[in-house]
């Protein structure tokens, strides 16, 4: 079992930035990526970025160029830096972990993001 806590989450004018992280704790030797998942309100869950264990990244497209995932794998923990928010980026964020089948760990509680325009 991985216990994933976020935090950073907030309020925010359209143009600035926020950073997201999420520390996991519990059985973290069977992690091999950890991502961040978003959900607006009438919206289903979407992938935003995700990192492996060995540094991969993969990022959706609307947010490319803007956000970056990144992983400190000393303090078990993931984050990410959200730059040039937009308004459409509003919703509560998620973080997960996957095991080396890509089998869901955990997920965190969720942190608000509001971007106000």
């Known amino acids: 079992q991985v216990q994933l806590v976020e935090s950073g989450g907030g309020l925010v004018q359209a143009g600035g930035s926020l950073r997201l992280s999420c520390a996991a704790s519990?059985?973290?030797?069977?992690?091999?990526?950890m991502g961040w998942y978003r959900q607006a309100p009438g919206k289903q869950r979407e992938l935003v970025a995700a990192i492996t264990s060995g540094g991969s990244t993969n990022y959706a497209d609307s947010v490319k160029g803007r956000f970056t995932i990144s992983r400190d794998n000393a303090k078990n923990t993931v984050y990410l830096q959200m730059n040039s928010l937009k308004p459409e980026d509003t919703a509560v964020y998620y973080c997960n972990a996957v095991d080396s089948d890509y089998d869901f760990l955990g997920w965190g509680q969720g942190t608000q993001v509001t971007v106000s325009s």
């Open positions: 519990g059985s973290i030797f069977s992690i091999n990526a």
